[in-house]
């Protein structure tokens, strides 16, 4: 069974910061390839950040340079530093793997506003 339990949202001015975690379950978690995803209202769900088991990423181009995936395999846990926040980053952000089928946390709320 696979849970992925999300942490860390709130609400933030433009230009602060935030860190999500996702812990994840199951003793092979650090095979896994975790990704970040949010959703805005209204739009569908899209991917933000994604990291391999080896450590490898890739990030859509609209968070290059402002937001960093990493793992710590010890933990199973997977964050996501989002710095330099913009009103567009606002929406839930979602943990998920893919382990024959997607699996998903519930999400965590990110609201930039002043």
């Known amino acids: 069974q696979v849970q992925l339990v999300e942490s860390g949202g709130g609400l933030v001015q433009p230009g602060g910061s935030l860190r999500l975690s996702c812990a994840a379950s199951?003793?092979?978690?650090?095979?896994?390839?975790m990704g970040w995803y949010r959703q805005a209202p209204g739009k569908q769900r899209d991917l933000v950040a994604r990291?391999?088991?080896?450590?490898?990423?890739n990030y859509v181009d609209s968070v290059k340079g402002r937001f960093t995936i990493s793992r710590d395999n010890a933990k199973n846990t997977v964050y996501l530093q989002m710095n330099s926040l913009k009103p567009e980053d606002t929406a839930v952000y979602y943990c998920?793997?893919?382990?024959?089928?997607?699996?998903w946390g519930q999400g965590t709320q990110v609201t930039v506003s002043s």
């Open positions: 199951g003793s092979t978690s650090s095979f896994w390839t």
């Open positions: 998920n793997t893919f382990i024959a089928q997607n699996y």
């Open positions: 990291i391999t088991s080896s450590g490898s990423t």
